[in-house]
């Protein structure tokens, strides 16, 4: 009897063992469980804040137009060269008479002011790029100092950029014809500097409210010629300079502005102010392409279709200025080499890759019209600010040159 007791109780024994082993392990378990859940947690919900943040931020912003555009490959790293372009002249460097003369047919060239900006030339370029739209910048040069990577970015993608100031000072800019290419020969060489291939850009200048602003005078448009300057206006803008305006509104803007012409030069800004120029510009270049037009840089000239008479011109006339490269690319030798300059020689464009769903030749009328107006001279319409900061500068008060 004694024995049989003492089974029973050892055998409980090991049963309450057994069942004190369970629930230990099933605590470990339990606890196991739960700090995988936390662990999870702590992974997910940063994602989630920022993922209401973005869709926030998102819902108050202006709506964007949502256009199907295909993946683009890499920009182009082969080097262009401008020899068909003649030398500038004194009395004879406006940019617009050159395109004026080129017998081009629907031609956009994108020219953007003030840069660049850390915020919204990144969302600019992305547009460019993922529409292969080359353009051209205008930069001040101390904006080049503070954000260089972005003068790099913008010719490693194949963009030409030119020197619009150094200071971004009206006042200290014409100060004297000394100050004023002092400033532009100071912000011509941080392009250089920044180039990834040491390109020299083709020498266009692009005056801070135009030519026709009050501070120009011949004098300035001479010392430019003399220093291997074209200067170059717009005939065409979106109107961003108020940057009140929403995307919207921009692109009302410019498609109701936009002249009947062969070769429109669109004036756009990119400071910290224009935003919406970033969010209107995919639109704007579809709207172009479904319309016909194809996209060059200011230095892409083609002048096939040019007079004899002109092209008699190009042909007796020795650019200097186009011995250089103006490829602002990856390509490792961007050299460009001097080309002859016959009609038969296409210079190279580039053409987005988005085919234009219409095509056909433009119309073929001279006149011009300024931002805004339907004026064919070149005239200055409002007043001019007393601001003299340049990124201040309205198209409103600007002449605007007329350019077939």
Not at 108 to 125: N, Q, R
């Amino acid at each position: 009897m004694a024995l049989s007791n003492d089974f029973e109780a050892r055998r409980r024994a090991r049963l309450k063992e057994q069942r004190r082993k369970r629930e230990r392990m099933n605590k470990i378990k339990r606890i196991v469980f739960i700090l995988l859940c936390l662990l999870i947690l702590i992974i997910l919900i940063p994602n989630i804040i920022r993922g209401c943040s973005n869709g926030k931020s998102e819902s108050n912003a202006p709506a964007k137009s949502v256009t199907t555009v295909t993946e683009l490959p890499e920009p182009t790293t082969e080097a262009l060269n401008v020899t068909s372009i003649p030398s500038p002249k004194e009395g004879d460097n406006d940019f617009l008479d050159v395109l004026k003369n080129s017998g081009q047919i629907k031609k956009v060239y994108l020219t953007f002011e003030d840069g660049p900006d850390k915020t919204v030339t990144p969302e600019i370029l992305d547009t460019l790029r993922r529409y292969n739209v080359k353009a051209t910048f205008f930069v001040v040069g101390k904006n080049i100092e503070s954000d260089s990577y972005l003068c790099t970015r913008m010719m490693e993608e194949g963009h030409l950029v030119l020197p619009l100031s150094y200071s971004g000072n009206l006042d200290t800019l014409y100060a004297s014809k000394t100050d004023f290419m002092d400033q532009i020969d100071k912000t011509y060489d941080l392009i250089c500097e920044n180039s990834p291939t040491a390109a020299k850009p083709f020498k266009i200048y692009r005056f801070p409210g135009g030519s026709t602003s009050p501070r120009v005078t011949q004098a300035y448009k001479d010392e430019l010629a003399a220093n291997g300057y074209y200067y170059c206006d717009w005939n065409t803008s979106v109107g961003d300079d108020n940057s009140t305006r929403t995307a919207d509104q921009l692109n009302t803007y410019f498609t109701t502005n936009m002249p009947q012409l062969n070769n429109l030069v669109v004036q756009l800004h990119n400071t910290s102010d224009n935003e919406a120029t970033a969010q209107m510009l995919g639109t704007m270049i579809k709207n172009l392409l479904d319309d016909g037009y194809s996209f060059c840089r200011l230095d892409e000239v083609d002048f096939n279709n040019a007079s004899d008479e002109y092209m008699d011109q190009i042909n007796t006339t020795d650019s200097p200025e186009a011995t250089e490269s103006v490829a602002a690319t990856t390509a490792p030798a961007a050299a460009a080499t001097k080309a002859p300059a016959a009609a038969a020689t296409k210079a190279p464009t580039v053409t987005a890759t988005t085919p234009p769903s219409t095509g056909g030749a433009g119309n073929g009328s001279n006149s011009g019209s300024s931002s805004g107006s339907g004026s064919a001279t070149a005239s200055s319409s409002g007043t001019t600010g007393t601001n003299n900061n340049i990124n201040n500068t309205s198209s409103s008060t600007k002449g605007v040159i007329e350019t077939e």
